[in-house]
């Protein structure tokens, strides 16, 4: 298996461990755990002011998202592998948090969003 067949597994198999949490704590739980397996390699493609540092509230799973979609942004591409999977996550981890919560509605209105 390359590496690139590797990391998609392994980005759907932690999505998947996202979409099962049913409370805010436990998307908190999959998210310190994603962080203590994340590469050393890979958090150094993360700007420094960008990597999240202790995790202790869900709250600011949604503040490292949209840091790291911002410092993705910025980078462009020069963003590694490493910056793409964080921000891809923590992404991930927000919207599960919202949707829990109520926040999200994850049913698409179609006369809302029709040009």
Known sequence: MDIATRDRSENRAWHLRLDKAQTP???LD?????LALFAVAEMAQV?????????DNPAQIAHYAVRLA????????????????????????AL???EIDGRLDTQCDVDAVRL
């Open 30 to 34: 999959v998210a310190k755990e994603f």
């Open 96 to 98: 599960r948090i919202f």
């Open 47 to 55: 700007p420094e002011g960008s990597r999240p540092g202790l995790i």
């Open 25 to 27: 704590q436990a998307v």
């Open 70 to 93: 911002n410092a993705s942004l910025i980078q462009g591409d020069k963003a590694g592998n490493g910056l793409h999977r964080l921000s891809a996550f923590f992404t991930k981890a």
